[in-house]
């Protein structure tokens, strides 16, 4: 006979997710590690109680603003190559609103994460409550309807016994490689708290297979003989590479074959930077290196890669008319992308299969991939070097402001100190296996091009969504992840003062985090992009009513949460914060004043983004022009 016990629907939610493992290349250990909470009135009487109660083996995190906390689980869960999650419980209404952002960076970044946002009443009977907004066309839709379109998996719950087959669908999306992503069970807040007799069988141990897909032997031969016809292969390694765990069998076929490897932002750091054939970020955010060694390939072998407009250049990254494309990736949909020949299997196993195949094959690069690799490290050292001066000043980014302009920020911010300088010299200082993260604003791109990672994984950059407000957020994340190496938050002033919440939570919960802020008083890298394409300064700029520039105290806004704080506005007093910041226990934060258009420019590479069509300024119409051309030269899908 079928032996059931009686529990609530949010008390059965958390004795099975305490029951899942992940099994992955023969060790097996528990996928949920623990559960960051808001608490409502639409998860505290039912989440909460059930936590309360019986929390099993999850670490259990309040954390602060519901969108930062979701960010600390993603980054949680893509440091831990997206072997083990956190969930994530909101309340009702604005709470789960709240959830939207970061279930978008989720989904674009492929990450699993479990969230579960309250839901209105399924009796209905007070509607409408606090929170709940109202249809006239239909009493069934909700806020959480929102999270939909965010979600790779999304169901509601709205009588106890749904949550058997919807939690078994949830874990199946959430540990599929090929389809990770945010899975939502919003769960209707009185039946949180309603009791069913659960089946004792469900709640049993259960152990979701990372299994390494195999490739076909009809998709290694046609992969073997492309590279084998092919003179100037290059390697675009992606996000999908570094999941796999992809490194050693990238460097040993790159090193016997001499393929040059080039990096997508979620793959860099899958090879160290130190490797000889590494030439980094490849496109809009990339090196001078990789950009021309993938102008002068004839097939690009893309590992795990979406192939965004940034990886591509918008497309024009590569001479279409003789380029062939070969994808390895777990996902049918990823590898169909730019008419490539199609592997749809584990990175690290094709590789290691395809290796014998590849007996007696060089390809016809020599000495290229050394000497673009030299002439990108002269151009780093350069740009570690860049001097303010008062007078002549030729900002990286040109033709934007005038040394007045620039002058006046020097003033206002009380610094001379370039972006590019400050940022290498942050490279240079921390220890080499603490691991950096960064999302939006100027800084990935510098990133990118100038950070040189010389120890794998250490290196975490949300480019998929570029959501403002991952990176401190994020930071705490990580900091769960690796709890012996120090974690830096490279992050803009617009990004921190988009959210930082989960600052306070790194504190409260000691989980030291450094916050680096870069503050340029601007939306800088937007500015940029509208002067870039005709338009004036407008509205990027932080500036008061009367014109003046913000400058703002950030340092003290953290001391005020409790983080040692320090500021920096030359190399020698950001070593010697950096240095100082590594002796704390706490929290810290470095506030860096850097001068506006000292960030690095593209390289050899194009962005497309809509430019008006008609306007009334000739530079403008010049853009448009422009933007013209250089669609004319890209692949059209
Ligand atoms: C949530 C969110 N809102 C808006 C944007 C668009 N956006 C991208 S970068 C940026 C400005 C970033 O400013 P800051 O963090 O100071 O970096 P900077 O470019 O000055 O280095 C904005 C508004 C975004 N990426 N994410
Ligand atoms: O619009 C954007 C421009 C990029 O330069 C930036 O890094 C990114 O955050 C963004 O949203
Ligand atoms: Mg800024």
Known sequence: MMKTIRLTTAQALIKFINQQYIHFDGEE???VEGIFNVFGHGNVLGIGQALEQDSGHLKVIQGKNEQGMAHAAIAYSKQMLRQKIYAVTTSVGPGSANLAAAAGTALANNIPVLFIPGDTFATRQ????????????????????????VSRYW???TRPEQLMSSLIRAFEVLTDPAKAGPATICISQDVE????????????????????????????????ALIKESKKPVILVGGGAKYSRARDILMKLSEKHNIPLVETQA?????????????????????????????????IIGIGTRYTDFATSSKTAFDFDTTKFLNINVSRMQAYKLDAF?????????????APMLEGYTTEFGHTITELK????????????????????????????????????????????????????????????STIICSAGSLPGDLQRLWNPTVP???????????????????????????????????GDGSFLMLHSELITSIQYNQKINVVLFDNSGFGCINNLQMDHGSGSYFCEFRTHDNQILNIDYAKVAEGYGAKTYRANNAEELKAALEDAKKQDVSTLIEIKVLPKTMTDGYDSWWNVGVAEVSNKESIQKAYQFRQQKLEQAKQY
């Open 374 to 433: 030299d002439e990108w490290l002269a151009e780093r050292d350069r740009l570690s070097k860049i001097q303010f001066t008062r007078e002549n000043f030729d900002p990286e980014i040109k033709n934007h402001f005038s040394q007045e302009v620039l002058n006046e920020y020097a003033e206002a911010l009380n610094t001379e100190f370039a972006q590019t300088a400050a940022l290498i010299t942050v490279n240079d200082t921390i220890d080499p296996d």
């Open 193 to 224: 708290g309603e009791a069913f007799d659960f089946d004792e069988k469900f709640f049993e141990k259960r152990v979701h297979y990372l299994d390494r897909k195999i490739p076909l032997e009809r998709e290694l031969n046609g992969a073997a």
């Open 267 to 299: 793959g860099k750091a899958t090879v160290e930077c130190t490797f000889k054939n590494n030439l980094g970020g490849l496109g809009i955010t990339g090196t001078l290196a990789a950009n021309k060694a993938a102008r002068q390939a004839d097939l």
């Open 457 to 491: 994984d250490t290196y975490h950059l949300e480019y998929g969504y570029s959501c403002m407000g991952y990176e401190v957020s994020g930071a705490l994340g990580i900091k769960l992840a690796n709890p012996d190496k120090e974690v830096y938050s490279i992050v």
């Open 155 to 157: 169901d509601r719950i």
């Open 29 to 31: 250990f528990p996928f």
């Open 126 to 149: 007070p509607d409408p409550v606090l929170q709940q907004v109202e249809h006239e066309h239909s009493l069934a839709v909700t806020t959480n309807d929102a999270l939909k379109p």
């Open 342 to 354: 199609q592997v749809v299997a584990d990175a690290k196993t094709t590789l290691e299969k395809l």
